[in-house]
């Protein structure tokens, strides 16, 4: 019951203060720069990374990120940067 009345007072709070829905809900942003570089913010955990694909569990969902020559950048605990030859993003 907590849980839900925080995320309630949360959404209310984003709508008076006119903010968007990401910046206090914990949904993921997903930012693609080019062909060459992804920006996952938000996400919960990391489901699996080779050079060639990388799957990222997120508040609804996963997303996966597939090309060639995948590194992680960066790994913080609210962002992800993955670059290398993006062939495509899936969200699931």
């Known amino acids: 019951m907590k849980r839900r009345w925080r ?3 949360e959404r209310l709070a984003a709508q008076w203060l006119e903010m968007p829905a990401d910046t ?4 993921p942003r997903i ?3 080019g062909r060459t570089q992804v920006i996952v913010e938000n996400y919960l955990s ?4 080779t050079d060639t694909r990388i ?3 997120t ?3 996963e997303t ?3 090309g060639e020559g995948l590194e992680l950048r960066t790994i913080v605990p609210e962002e992800l940067l993955i670059e290398g030859a993006i062939h495509g993003v899936d969200c699931r």
């Open 24 to 27: 206090l809900e914990r949904v």
């Open 55 to 57: 799957r990222v569990a």
């Open 46 to 49: 990391l489901l699996e990374f």
């Open 7 to 9: 995320e309630k007072s």
């Open 31 to 33: 930012t693609i720069i």
């Open 59 to 61: 508040g609804i969902g």
């Open 64 to 66: 996966v990120i597939s």
